[in-house]
C-alpha cells in the first residue's frame, strides 16, 4: 500500500483543515490506520487512531475534542479533521497503516507511511 496525504496548507489560529490519507495498491481496510506529526525540531508524535472499522478511536490529549479521525473503507481513505487549529499544531502531519485491526498509539505499530503533508498555523 502507498498512502498519499493531502489537504496540509497554512491557516490562521482558529481555522480549520481537513487531511486526507488514500491508500493505492493492496487495500488497508482490514487494518488500523493513524495520523502522526513532528513539529519542527521535535520527535514525531502520536495524533490520533482508528480501528479497522471505525469502531474504535484514540487521540492524543493535545488534540482531544478538536481533532476527529474517521475513515471511508470502501475507498481506502482516512480523514483527520482539525478544527480550532493553534499555533502549536504547526508540524508535518503523516498517515501510517497499522500492523493490525486496531487503533495505536505506538509508532512501532505500524508499517506503512505516507510522505507527509505540511500544516503551517499563524497565531
Known amino acids: 500500500v502507498q498512502l498519499q496525504a493531502s489537504g496540509g496548507g497554512s491557516v490562521q489560529a482558529g481555522d480549520s483543515l481537513r487531511l486526507s490519507c488514500t491508500g493505492s495498491?493492496?487495500?488497508?481496510?482490514?487494518?488500523?490506520m493513524g495520523w502522526f506529526r513532528q513539529p519542527p525540531g521535535k520527535e514525531r508524535e502520536f495524533v490520533a487512531a482508528?480501528?479497522?472499522?471505525?469502531?474504535?478511536?484514540r487521540y492524543a490529549d493535545s488534540v482531544k475534542g478538536r481533532f476527529t479521525i474517521s475513515r471511508d473503507r470502501a475507498e481506502n481513505t482516512v480523514y483527520l479533521q482539525m478544527n480550532s487549529l493553534k499555533s502549536e499544531d504547526t508540524a508535518v502531519y503523516y498517515c501510517a497503516v497499522a500492523r493490525g485491526a486496531s487503533s495505536s498509539s505506538t509508532p512501532a505499530s505500524y508499517t506503512r507511511w505516507g510522505q507527509g503533508t505540511q500544516v503551517t498555523v499563524s497565531s
Open positions: 495498491g493492496r487495500t488497508s481496510s482490514n487494518n488500523g
Open positions: 482508528i480501528s479497522w472499522n471505525g469502531g474504535d478511536t
